[in-house]
């Protein structure tokens, strides 16, 4: 079952453009939402994270939204580079137990110079 | 500091085969955990630990074991390799219960054949 979906599997942006990725999640207990950016042959890297008493975070070209009474949340890169170009992956973690992450299936997004 | 890092880089089996991940952290982190990252599922938690010592079972834990005999080091061991084995595979680490970020490391490679 997988508790957090992630749209849309891949994106093609054109450079200065902006790039918009969607998760839903189902678990109300989730309340630390980031966001991991990861390159070819790298590991995933954390991008930006958010929690629930907030609806928006900006840290200069990239923004997550948060809805929680939708149970949404998406990152915006605004001004898209090539060097953007990566998979992204949303994530969400609880309060409980080890306060494990669940990731999304991924986006892969590529920027066109 | 070297951060997360992961031995082997790539590494084929025959299915079958055994073989041992390892993963070391020079951050004293007391968190550490296994993914398995394949196309279009996002990363998957095998198993993780809380500290030295001790080990828990994640979303896919079937056909791998852990130890955490030392606090820097988490190994990952397949015992009798299979062709669905086939994946990425990714350690974490992440400070303490305080602190959310997880650290990951480059990844290794698995192809069984």
């Known amino acids: 079952q997988q508790q957090v979906k992630q749209s849309p599997q891949s994106l093609i942006v054109q450079k200065g453009g902006i790039s918009i990725i969607n998760c839903a999640y189902e678990?109300?207990?989730?309340?630390?939402f980031p966001w991991y950016q990861q390159f070819p042959g790298k590991g995933p890297a954390l991008l930006i994270a958010?929690?629930?008493?907030?609806s928006e975070k900006k840290e200069g070209r990239f923004t997550i939204s948060f809805n929680k009474s939708a149970k949404q949340f998406s990152l915006h890169i605004m001004d898209s580079q090539p060097g953007d170009s990566a998979t992204y992956f949303c994530a969400a973690m609880g309060i409980q137990g080890a306060q494990k992450l669940v990731f999304g299936q991924g986006t892969r997004l590529t920027i066109n110079p | 500091n070297a951060g997360v890092t992961q031995t082997p880089k790539f590494r084929v089996l025959k299915t079958g085969q055994s073989m041992t991940l390892l993963c070391a952290q020079d951050?004293?982190?007391?968190?550490m955990y296994w993914y398995r990252q394949d196309p279009g599922m996002g990363l998957r938690l095998i198993h993780y630990s809380v500290g030295e010592g001790t080990t828990a079972k994640g979303e896919v834990p079937d056909g791998y074991n852990v130890s955490r005999l030392k606090k820097q080091n988490f190994l990952l061991g397949l015992e009798s390799a299979a062709p669905s084995q086939t994946s990425v595979y990714f350690c974490?680490?992440?400070?303490?219960?305080?602190?959310?970020?997880?650290?990951f490391g480059p990844g290794t490679r698995l192809t069984v054949l």
């Open positions: 974490a680490s992440r400070r303490d219960l305080n602190t959310d970020t997880q650290y």
């Open positions: 951050m004293n982190h007391e968190y």
């Open positions: 958010i929690r629930p008493d907030v």
């Open positions: 678990n109300t207990a989730f309340d630390y």
